[in-house]
């Protein structure tokens, strides 16, 4: 770190050289701390302290009135690990992570690559492949529930039209999810596809001119070059959406509300149940630490597994 | 394609036909995404008998704005629009603010423990918003925040990434402008607000985009922190629409529609700054 620039103020400007010396050992030492005090202070009343009063919880057999507090000592872990809704609500969380990370990759990386455009028609494509991500998820759920509506939905209307049968997707258990995962995509793929975009813009245009001359047509280009290049993105994307994926709430809440028969209910509703339906305070905070444990530990593995292939690089 | 013809000592070798085919397929693709809310469009203009018609019909016979003036007739989405408004403006001025002035801190000066500090501001990233609903609740519960405009907005501001985001941005800016800044007297704080941030302009544009499609977007938080109608967001306020307005779908999609489209011009108007914003953010950052 460079060395603080007052002595050099105090050289160039003889006039000022009064105040900061009376000031200065104080104000030199602990200064720094006032521009950092207005976040700190929210940042431990608003992150901290619920963190630590929620894992306090976590020990007692607190409800939502917070009035009696048993002391339960491990019991709400120990429930925990007993809970067959916690498991399965894992499972769900997992299983809708591993349907929707692979295709909000993919398709973000297809869409980028498309739309690297100059002039009208890539601003069109940049605003189509992004514009659902600037919705609200009550009005993107509101609008894919009216396009499952069997009978006179979009889906099952070209469905019919096609020979097909009709599906109930949203009340189909092995459909569910798949219905979740389709809107999910067509939601925020938008993100990805911007962060690929801006590392497409990011590769010089002299890299291609050079392949160019050596003879590289655009297949070539496109798997020898722009892939490869790509690959550093590609991770940070990945570490992203799996970490969003997991936490997945708002779009099945307000589709299925996790049915049917709790077949896509993920670990977040389940807290919200435990703590705002049931009202069993201390048992939805153990609940919660259980899935901040596997957010912290699925970021820190990809960090660790990131930075590792950086260095051999 | 004709590419063949042409000398190829002249022009390095091109093959026209994936361009073309890649046009077709980029239109496709982004018809594709738009059908989901031309269809809305399209149902919300729908008299309510023709919404339900079994074989599907695309544009409507009898188009009407029915379904727009009786869902603001029912004032509450004016409501909820104005709610979410005070809500988003109030999350991202104060997230710019007092992000800008930790990252300064950060980045340009010294005190006991800044390391120590900053590292759990980090750690403070891999922490998801959704574990905290319960105690934060309760918290705010406590602090009689519940059903408040507060109690929305302070949790929403604590947004460790805008700090890490915006420290490194401000590492990579020169000191040598802060010297000069500093020699004409000007205090840290003038620096801040007429050093720092012009210099950081295009990246606070970005972050400040963002933070506010995030607050407006924002479902969970708002949804949990107020039970009172009058004081619920765009999200939460229409959660409840599918239930009151029973089956009538052109009035569901004409208030999907009301409900989506200030951020759709917001995006719109801004797509420049969305786009290079993610690239300093998201890639250098």
């Known amino acids: 770190m460079a060395v603080e620039t007052p002595p050099r103020v105090t050289a160039g400007t003889p006039s000022t050289t009064a105040k900061p010396e009376t000031g200065q050992p104080w104000k030199e030492r602990w200064g720094g701390l006032f521009f950092v005090a207005p976040f700190l202070l929210l940042f431990v009343l608003f992150m901290l302290w619920p963190i630590v009063s929620g894992l306090w919880n976590s020990f007692f057999n607190t409800s939502l009135a917070g009035v009696k507090q048993e002391f339960l000592g491990l019991q709400n872990w120990r429930d925990l690990f007993g809970d067959p809704a916690v498991w399965s609500s894992l499972k769900n969380t997992l299983v809708f992570t591993a349907m929707s990370t692979p295709p909000l990759v993919v398709i973000a990386l297809v869409m980028a690559l498309l739309a690297n455009r100059k002039g009208l028609l890539g601003w069109l494509l940049r605003f189509s492949y992004f514009a659902p991500f600037v919705l609200p998820a009550t009005v993107v759920t509101l609008i894919w529930v009216w396009i499952y509506q069997p009978g006179f939905g979009l889906v099952n209307g070209l469905l019919t039209a096609g020979g097909f049968t009709e599906i109930d997707w949203l009340n189909t258990e092995n459909r569910a999810m798949l219905a979740v995962v389709i809107t999910t995509v067509w939601w925020t793929v938008g993100f990805n596809f911007l962060l690929y975009l801006a590392a497409l813009q990011g590769i010089p245009a002299q890299v291609y001119e050079a392949a160019a001359i050596d003879g590289a047509n655009g297949r070539q280009q496109l798997f020898r070059i722009t892939l490869p290049l790509l690959s550093r993105t590609t991770g940070l994307i990945v570490v992203l959406q799996l970490v969003a994926s997991l936490k997945i709430f708002d779009q099945i809440y307000l589709m299925t509300t996790g049915g049917p028969n709790h077949a896509t209910r993920p670990i977040i509703m389940y807290i919200y149940e435990t703590g705002f339906t049931s009202y069993r305070i201390g048992y939805a905070s153990a609940i919660s630490y259980l899935f901040f444990a596997i957010i912290v530990i699925v970021a ?11 260095e051999a690089e | 394609m004709t590419t063949a013809t042409l000398p190829a000592a002249t022009k390095p070798p091109r093959w026209n036909f994936p361009k073309t085919a890649s046009a077709v397929g980029a239109v496709i693709l982004a018809v594709i995404w738009l059908v989901p809310l031309l269809w809305a469009l399209d149902t919300s203009l729908k008299p309510e008998p023709e919404t339900t018609r079994a ?55 010294k005190f006991p423990g800044r390391k120590v500090l900053f590292g759990l501001i980090i750690a403070g ?13 309760q918290e705010m519960t406590g602090l009689g925040l519940v059903d408040t405009y507060w109690g929305m907005v302070l949790p929403q501001v604590v947004a460790p990434v805008m700090v890490f985001v915006l420290k490194k941005f401000f590492d990579g800016i020169s000191r040598d402008y802060e010297d000069a800044a500093r020699v004409d007297g000007a205090s840290r704080w003038r620096i801040v607000w007429s050093v720092m ?27 949990i922190v107020t039970t009172d109608p009058s004081m619920m967001t765009i999200p939460v306020g229409l959660a409840n629409v599918q239930g009151s307005y029973g089956l009538r779908y052109a009035q569901i999609m004409a208030s999907a529609v009301l409900g989506g489209l200030p951020l759709l011009i917001v995006y719109a108007l801004f797509q420049r700054h969305v786009v290079r914003g993610v690239g300093d953010a998201g890639i250098k950052g």
């Open chain 1, 300 to 310: 820190v593995a990809q960090f660790k597994l990131f930075s590792g292939r950086g």
């Open chain 2, 55 to 109: 074989p599907i019909t695309w544009l409507p016979e009898s188009p009407t704005t029915d379904a727009y003036r009786s869902v603001i007739d029912q004032g509450d989405l004016i409501r909820w629009f104005f709610n979410s408004t005070i809500v988003s403006v109030l999350v991202t001025t104060l997230t710019l603010i007092v992000s800008v002035l930790a990252a300064y801190g950060f980045s340009r000066t």
């Open chain 2, 125 to 137: 990233i891999l922490v998801p918003p959704q574990v905290l609903i319960v105690p934060l609740f």
């Open chain 2, 197 to 223: 941030v012009p210099m950081s302009r295009p990246i606070l544009v970005a972050v400040g985009i963002f933070t506010f499609i995030g607050a407006w977007n924002n479902f969970l938080w708002p949804f």
